[in-house]
């Protein structure tokens, strides 16, 4: 109308099986969008602010299966972003702040236990960082500055005795220590 886009839309593979349908609304500025697998199940689905991602958006296997969750705000990354296992178990949680990586950072097992958790700053490692053993025991852990290995990193083993430490100075290893 207009010549702006209102209404729905449907669009199709070459087949003729159904590709993708968005709505059209508030003068054709805002969009929800749902694209499809070949098979029907939905494969995506979000909205747009203009021609750009805005809010949430979903990903999906082929299965139907969630895979992804992003948030964009101002066509910016925003907020938390998860992605999952097959399983709807969360592999990994991460923060983002204007189109940077900022905010707390967990990667985890299939199992649902912790992997790995720090803190991430304008796209870069801040902060103490600890990893973990499949069995939920702290492996390593150390700092970050500006995604450089600061100050002493420690090794543990599964009984929680240190085995190993380092020391590094803006990303260089200046000192180890074996305790075997």
Request: proline share 2%; hydrophobic share 25%; net charge negative.
């Amino acid at each position: 109308k207009d010549d702006l886009p209102v209404g729905n839309f449907i669009y199709y593979y070459p087949d003729g099986v159904v590709k993708a349908r968005s709505l059209f609304y508030n003068e054709g500025k805002k969009t929800v969008t749902t694209t499809y697998h070949h098979s029907g199940k939905t494969m995506t689905e979000g909205f747009y602010l203009g021609q750009v991602k805005d809010s949430l958006w979903k990903y999906y296997n082929s299965d139907g299966i969630l895979l992804k969750e992003e948030f964009y705000r101002n066509a910016k990354k925003e907020g938390a972003w998860k992605t999952y296992y097959e399983s709807g178990q969360v592999s990994e949680e991460m923060g983002w702040k204007q189109d940077k990586k900022d905010g707390p950072w967990k990667q985890y097992y299939p199992d649902g236990k912790l992997r790995l958790e720090g803190q991430q700053a304008n796209n870069e490692k801040e902060g103490e960082f600890k990893y973990y053993y499949i069995s939920g025991k702290l492996n390593i852990f150390g700092s970050y500055l500006a995604s450089l290995r600061v100050g002493d990193w420690f090794y543990l083993n599964e009984d929680g005795k240190v085995t190993r430490k380092e020391n590094d100075e803006n990303g260089d290893l200046i000192k180890e220590e074996d305790f075997k």
